[in-house]
């Protein structure tokens, strides 16, 4: 069975440092995504993306981060100046075209800021 | 953003029991529905989609109730290997638009 695939699963990083976590989205999907999970919190939406542009935005992705598709099988996510509060969980997820298409998750990248 | 609700549990269960979990939503102009399971620092992972009419997957089912923006599962014959958190995960109305996810209610099933 086809899957997304995220790498690294662990970057430990010093606050103020960038970092960019990759994913491999489901190759026939279109919708790509970034969510986030605190430890011992839910899953939080940071970011969807259609056609190479952002199709939505959460509140918590603000300036220090940013999406990228820089060929025809990566997708990433960049934070520019990490702080200790965006260690997290990041998921990687893809759909298909059609509304109500359940999201297919990576295994996450464990980042932590220190 | 609107929310999803759930009551975190846990809930603890020997094997074989049944379980329910439920759920609400708050945008009434939901069209998705799903179950997700996440185990313990891994990835949620698609348990059950959830439609109109109900729909069941073996020892699992799911209702939907648009009136009252109330989603449930069922768990019959509880396993060891059913010990996780479900998420109630509800979408936008149209393609692309952002899963909103639930807090999780955690089972736990003893032998």
């Known amino acids: 069975e086809p899957e997304v695939t995220q790498t690294p699963s662990h970057q430990v990083t010093q606050m103020g440092q960038e970092v960019i976590l990759r994913c491999v989205p489901i190759?026939?999907?279109?919708?790509f995504y970034w969510y986030r999970q605190i430890l011992g919190q839910k899953v939080e939406f940071l970011v969807s993306?259609?056609?190479?542009?952002?199709?939505?935005k959460s509140e918590i992705f603000d300036d220090q981060f940013s999406v990228e598709r820089p060929d025809g099988s990566n997708f990433t996510l960049k934070i520019r100046s990490t702080k200790l509060e965006d260690s997290a969980m990041y998921f990687c997820?893809?759909?298909?075209?059609?509304?109500?298409?359940?999201?297919?998750f990576g295994n996450g990248t464990r980042l932590t800021v220190t | 953003r609107k929310e999803v609700e759930q009551d975190p549990g846990p809930f603890n269960v020997p094997e074989g029991a049944t379980v329910a979990f439920n759920c609400t939503y708050s945008?009434?102009?939901?069209?998705?529905f799903f179950w997700y399971r996440q185990d313990c620092r891994k990835e949620p992972k698609l348990l059950m989609s959830?439609?109109?009419s109900g729909n069941e997957d073996g020892r699992f089912t799911a209702q939907l109730n648009r009136a009252s923006q109330y989603i449930s599962l069922l768990i019959r014959d509880s396993k060891l290997s059913d010990s996780a958190t479900y998420l109630c995960?509800?979408?936008?109305?149209?393609?692309?638009?952002?899963?909103?996810f639930g807090k999780g209610t955690t089972l736990s099933v003893s032998s």
């Open positions: 997820a893809s759909s298909q075209a059609q509304a109500g298409s359940p999201l297919h």
């Open positions: 190759s026939n999907h279109l919708y």
């Open positions: 993306f259609y056609n190479n542009e952002i199709s939505e």
């Open positions: 945008n009434s102009a939901s069209q998705s």
């Open positions: 959830v439609y109109s």
């Open positions: 995960v509800v979408s936008g109305n149209q393609a692309g638009t952002a899963l909103i």
